[in-house]
């Protein structure tokens, strides 16, 4: 099936670092969707994207849709404790029954 | 708005024994996936209805795997029987009927099978 390549897999960073991480397909997706999930939890709404070059912020993450249709990445700015957790990148295919296909995660790791 | 509701929470079993997980949409959403969320995985889909109808089912693994919508709102997904693979975090969402409308996921049901 489709597969969304995410990285890195993992981060360790300093409180109050900026992060960045990305997703690419071979394949054109109409849509990308980033989410957070949270130990226990199932995966929460970040950012949506649905123009190819579209760059959108929510509070300190921006993330952008790829001119080509097959990347996007998530930028994180001033990390704080709370962004402890796992991100998802996530795509509708272009042609189909418009499932949402998902990366493999980043997970997020923050030392005070 | 309420959430996605599924429950169990968590579900313990032995191989071959069967299980059922029970999903209630938001209230208005027509669209409704069941995900299968292996440890250290992203989610991966298994099914989607719409209304009461299946969009796709081609990653359900169906000698096992059994799932009904049938009045259009709430939601089944039933293993029968299950194996040591199926271990793993089963995740309801839901969405409104629009080209890339963003889904709402549920807290999912745990599931060990031992």
């Known amino acids: 099936g489709q597969q969304l390549n995410q990285s890195p897999q993992s981060m360790f960073i300093q409180e109050g670092e900026d992060v960045s991480m990305n997703c690419t397909s071979s394949?054109?997706?109409?849509?990308w969707l980033w989410y957070k999930q949270d130990p226990g939890e199932g995966p929460v709404l970040l950012i949506a994207?649905?123009?190819?070059?579209e760059l959108t912020s929510n509070g300190r993450l921006t993330a952008q849709f790829g001119i080509t249709r097959k990347d996007s990445f998530l930028n994180i700015s001033a990390s704080i404790p709370s962004d402890v957790g796992i991100y998802f990148c996530?795509?509708?295919?272009?042609?189909?029954?418009?499932?949402?296909?998902f990366g493999q995660g980043t997970r997020l790791t923050i030392n005070p | 708005e309420a959430g996605v509701a599924q429950s169990p929470r968590y579900k313990i079993i032995e191989k071959r024994q069967s299980v059922a997980f029970w999903c209630n949409p938001i209230?208005?959403?027509?669209?409704l996936y069941w995900y299968q969320q292996i440890l250290g995985q992203g989610p991966k889909l298994l099914i989607q209805?719409?209304?009461?109808?299946?969009?796709?089912d081609s990653q359900l693994p169906k000698d096992r795997f059994s799932a009904e919508r049938l009045k259009g709102v709430d939601s089944t997904l039933k293993i029968q029987p299950a194996k040591l693979e199926d271990s793993a975090v089963y995740l309801c969402?839901?969405?409104?009927?629009?080209?890339?409308?963003?889904?709402?996921f549920g807290s999912g049901t745990r599931l060990t099978v031992v």
């Open positions: 209805f719409q209304n009461n109808g299946v969009v796709d």
């Open positions: 996530a795509g509708h295919q272009i042609q189909g029954a418009q499932k949402l296909v």
């Open positions: 994207l649905y123009k190819a070059g």
């Open positions: 394949s054109i997706f109409n849509t």
């Open positions: 209230s208005g959403h027509a669209t």
């Open positions: 969402a839901s969405s409104l009927n629009m080209p890339g409308a963003g889904y709402t």
